[in-house]
């Protein structure tokens, strides 16, 4: 059974630090461009960073220079660092497999004011 579980979600003020993690299992990631998404209360789920087989990444505007994606192919995870956490950031964090289209069920993150 594959499965692509997030973790690391949580309730932060601005200015806040949060370290997201999806470990894949019934799968391998290594040949897969990996992804975060967010979905906002009563918005549509958005891209947020990506990351290559060969550790290329991008990131929506708002996020760059405040997360990092990262990936351990050893490990079958890939890591998302947000620094600089704003009330925007909140919504819940998917990863997903782009190629194999997996998505896990989402994590949490929540950014007061």
């Known amino acids: 059974q594959v499965q692509l579980v997030e973790s690391g979600g949580g309730m932060v003020q601005t200015g806040g630090s949060l370290r997201l993690s999806c470990t894949a299992s019934?799968?391998?990631?290594?040949?897969?461009?990996m992804q975060w998404y967010r979905q906002a209360p009563g918005k549509e789920r958005e891209f947020v960073a990506l990351?290559?087989?060969?550790?290329?990444?991008q990131y929506q505007d708002s996020v760059k220079g405040r997360f990092t994606i990262s990936r351990d192919n050893a490990k079958n995870t890939v890591e998302l660092r947000m620094n600089g956490l704003e009330p925007t950031d909140t919504g819940v964090y998917y990863c997903?497999?782009?190629?194999?289209?997996?998505w896990g069920q989402g994590t949490q993150v929540t950014v007061s004011s």
């Open positions: 997903n497999d782009f190629e194999k289209n997996y």
């Open positions: 019934g799968t391998s990631i290594g040949s897969s461009t």
């Open positions: 990351i290559t087989p060969d550790g290329y990444s």
